[in-house]
């Protein structure tokens, strides 16, 4: 019958090498008990906690003293198995194991003050395996598991708290296990694992103590007007200089940098960013696997190359203009890594097309998001400050091919005044 037993490893003179104590028994003697788990603090308090026939049980020993008496931590015979002890410098217990059976096992936690008693436990997590718990000096807890779609979570207690709601901290495509955890100190930590399939890996990730930028913070929405696009005046062409009184360099009259397609009287242009964090409940955001930027554009009244011509129509099938938006990203609070500061290029291509009433002009449209045009670029621990810079949309060109030289500023970001 399988017991947990313990020993003591003590330090002895200078002259002499430290040695082991006998071996003592912890665990109740007529029961099974296996998974044994240990933590000491600094000052030399000590708990250990085990599985014995589906409970979780425990002992605590204070400085200087025998092992006190055994306690349960979980509730009886609750299919507890895989117990995780960690101790805060001050003797306080943090206490997460896994309970349950098949596929409804659930990833509890409980506490204990130094000097005082196991809470009544709590789910952190549902259909969970293999909790790993660590304790930072101040008291701060973090507990990591594997989750039923084979990531890893993670959920965080705040010193003298209760714990956060679980959250995903593994790759969303990837399949991982074997997870563990050290607390650093003011509530950060370092989470690894194993990824799979394929050639196996051991990725990381940091949690940062940081209040992140606030979402929004009176920038989420961004929206961004668009105005028709006109060339810059030359010296020497026709129209670069008014007559006195005006006598400086103009135009008259402006010339529109796209030819081949001109926004109508009745046109109305946009760019929408919207941050949508793991928060975020508005309607716009819940298709999203959050977090993520969503991207809308518009035009409308879209025409072929006046403001006056025919609905703008092109039959190719093809986006028919591009956005191009560059974004300075500065990630200050980078959880994978040191601070960042890069220009980031969005390409957004864009469709347009005929309505059914040819008086206001065709429509052109994206609606996208920042993930799905550059794959990663938005994770939670990737707390940025992005500046946007131009927003601009080019046409096709006189050789309606997208995307090369010879494309022409349709609209660009700007206002109208009266």
């Known amino acids: 019958m399988p017991s947990v037993f313990a020993a003591l490893l003590l330090s002895a003179p200078a002259e002499a090498a430290p040695q082991w104590f006998a071996p003592g028994t912890l665990s109740d003697t007529s029961k099974d008990s296996f998974n044994p788990d240990v933590a000491v603090d600094s000052s030399g308090r000590a708990v250990a906690v085990w599985t014995s026939e589906g409970t979780i049980v425990s002992v605590y020993r ?4 025998a092992w006190g008496p055994r306690q349960t931590v979980s509730g009886v015979n609750v299919g507890g198995y895989q117990p995780k002890v960690a101790l805060d410098p001050n003797g306080n217990a943090v206490a997460v194991w896994t309970e ?3 596929i409804n096992t659930k990833v509890m936690a409980s506490t204990r003050p130094s000097g005082g008693s196991w809470t009544s436990p709590v789910t952190i997590g549902s259909n969970g395996t293999d909790p790993q718990v660590s304790v930072d000096p101040q008291g701060n807890a973090v507990a990591v598991w594997r989750g039923s779609g084979d990531d890893i979570r993670s959920a965080f207690r705040p010193a003298g708290g209760s714990f956060s709601n679980a959250q995903k901290i593994s790759e969303p ?4 296990y074997e997870p563990a955890v050290a607390a650093e100190p003011n509530g950060e930590a370092v989470a690894v694992w194993t990824r799979f399939p394929g050639i196996q890996q051991v990725q990381f990730a ?9 979402s929004p913070i009176g920038a989420s929405p961004m ?3 668009l105005v028709p696009s006109y060339v810059p005046c030359e010296t020497g062409s026709a129209n670069s200089r008014h007559g006195t009184p005006l006598n400086f360099l103009s135009c008259n009259p402006p010339a529109r940098s796209s030819t081949t397609v001109a926004a109508g009287p009745r046109s109305l242009g946009f760019v929408r960013l919207i941050v949508c964090d793991v928060n975020s409940a508005g309607a716009i955001c819940a298709p999203l696997t959050k977090p993520d930027v969503k991207l809308n554009a518009s035009i409308t009244a879209v025409r072929n ?3 006056t011509g025919t609905d703008y129509d092109d039959p190719d099938g093809q986006p028919d203009m591009t956005e191009q938006l560059l974004v300075k990203i500065t990630a200050m609070y980078n959880t994978a890594g040191p601070s960042t500061v890069v220009n980031q290029p969005f390409q957004v291509p864009i469709d347009c097309v ?3 009433d040819t008086t206001i002009g065709s429509a052109c449209s994206v609606n996208t998001t920042e993930n799905a045009l550059v794959p990663g670029l938005v994770l939670n621990g990737k707390a940025a400050v992005w500046e946007t810079k131009q927003i601009q949309v080019f046409d096709q060109g006189a050789d309606a091919i997208r995307g090369n030289a010879d494309d022409k500023v349709f609209e ?3 206002v109208f005044t009266p």
């Open 100 to 102: 349950g059976v098949s």
């Open 223 to 225: 929206r961004v007007s």
């Open 305 to 307: 190359g006046s403001p």
């Open 206 to 214: 940091r949690r940062r103590n940081f209040t992140p930028y606030a």
């Open 173 to 176: 495509t990837a399949q991982a």
């Open 62 to 65: 204070q400085t200087g003293q």
């Open 412 to 414: 660009a970001q700007g």
């Open 354 to 356: 005929t309505t059914t």
